[in-house]
């Protein structure tokens, strides 16, 4: 299938028997990269200093730092689906640049504000809600540009491991940097190098020399609505992807709900300083770069089902490691790196498999609704994990909630071991092969 849906010309036998050129040579890709790394090296800066600003600029608690939490994730449960049209409708490069720009700005205002002495716990949080719509957009449609740049879809693996190493290698650097930031200069000035970041990125963007075709003028007058119901539709009528996306909104809910309360379980109760926490959330992210170097040898030793289930197992189980945590210093850091570093090694071995496996299945004009029902079920999830969160504190203590969140978490492996997803064989071809290969 060509990009747009239409049936392409097809292959020679030697064409499709050729292996895809390797992406260092696709310039393009490259550039595109570059920014995005970039921007995720700031954003795991802004993922501490954020609600850091909260704790220890206007002392709030549980159910104030899950609200935050809320507030930067809600956007994509009211929005994705009517971003996920637009961007189906549009050219994505466009989009992108204006959502960077937005988090730019946002971000940027915090310092600002906190200078003048003008910033306020409601101000902030109409701060992380307006980045937070910035980010659905910019998600929904960094997810369907990549096939744009990638046109042989058996690049797609090579492309988003490519992607979620950089990912995994900024979740080690950033907790650690972020941690120096604000011990250094405050959680609210630490967030300027995030919005440095997002300049940097705007750039990139701007320099990648791939025309980006319109999308098809549609047959029939578009109907919002229709369209809506064609991309859920799409979503929740193959079971690939509703399998992957059930699983997907219960990890996150559960595991914005461990972090949440783990930040205020390792400040307060545990009295760690924010180096410290910036210490455990680095070095467990060692895990996240050594999945993302070896989920390709992983998908070619046990086949993509197997790897699926062996990786999003291994993230379900690390949150039982935080409430059981104990004894000297020493141990209590190990424990609690271990349990992250389990969380980020599943996620980033998964994370390659789960999304090639949604873009290769999703036709291109159905890409950016597929994406944006994918990023309501998953951030929607995780935007009321920090609520819920809250009040399982309010009600059972931290270290009471999060021997429950653990317990939940454990029991999600009994859906994986079920989900049809686990049996597939290999990687799909295409759309049309998306919902047959599996034993």
């Known amino acids: 299938m060509t990009e747009h849906g239409t049936p392409a010309a097809p292959a020679t036998t030697a064409e499709a028997e050729a292996p895809p050129r390797s992406l260092w040579h696709n310039r393009d890709f ?46 994509f449960l009211g929005l994705a689906l009517l971003f996920g049209v637009w961007v189906d409708r549009s050219r994505k490069r466009p989009i992108m640049l204006g959502a960077n720009l937005a988090r730019m700005v946002l971000i940027g205002l915090v310092p600002l504000l906190y200078h003048f002495g003008l910033l306020t716990l409601p101000l902030l949080y109409a701060l992380a809600l307006g980045i937070g719509v910035a980010s659905v957009l910019f998600d929904v449609s960094w997810m369907s540009y990549v096939p744009v740049l990638v046109k042989d879809r058996r690049s797609l693996l090579e492309a988003n491991t490519k992607l979620n190493a950089t990912l995994s290698s900024a979740d080690i650097a950033g907790p650690g940097l972020a941690g120096t930031l604000v011990s250094a200069f405050s959680a609210p000035f630490a967030m300027t190098a995030n919005a440095f970041s997002y300049a940097l990125s705007v750039l990139s963007l701007l320099l990648i020399r791939k025309p980006e075709p319109a999308p098809e003028a549609p047959k029939a007058e578009r109907r919002l609505r229709a369209e809506l119901t064609e991309g859920l539709r799409w979503v929740f009528g193959n079971r690939l992807l509703r399998a992957m996306g059930l699983v997907g909104c219960s990890c996150n809910f559960l595991l914005t709900m461990v972090q949440t309360l783990f930040l205020l379980y390792a400040v307060r109760d545990k009295e760690l300083p924010a180096a410290a926490v910036g210490f455990i959330m680095g070095a467990a992210a060692v895990g996240g770069l050594l999945g993302a170097l070896v989920s390709g040898m992983v998908v070619r030793r046990l086949s993509v089902g197997t790897a699926y289930r062996v990786s999003v197992s291994i993230i379900f189980l690390g949150p039982l490691l935080i409430p059981a945590a104990g004894g000297p210093r020493w141990l209590l850091l190990s424990l609690f790196v271990a349990s992250f570093f389990l969380e980020y090694f599943g996620s980033s071995v998964s994370n390659v498999l789960i999304v090639s496996l949604r873009q290769t299945v999703t036709p291109q004009h159905l890409m950016g609704r597929m994406t944006a029902a994918m990023r309501m079920l998953l951030y929607g999830g995780g935007a009321l994990g920090g609520p819920v969160g809250g009040l399982l504190a309010a009600l059972a203590g931290l270290h009471g909630a999060l021997w429950i969140a653990g317990l939940v978490s454990a029991a999600m492996l009994i859906p994986i071991v079920l989900s049809p997803v686990g049996r597939l064989r290999s990687m799909p071809t295409g759309p049309e092969d998306g919902a047959l290969t599996s034993v």
Request: hydrophobic share 55%; glycine share 10%; net charge negative.
């Open 30 to 75: 490259m550039v595109f990269w570059t920014g995005e790394g970039l921007s995720l090296y700031g954003t795991q800066i802004t993922l501490l200093a954020l609600p850091l600003t909260a704790v220890l600029v206007f002392e709030v608690g549980a159910e104030e730092l899950g609200l935050l939490r809320f507030a930067q994730l809600v956007p």
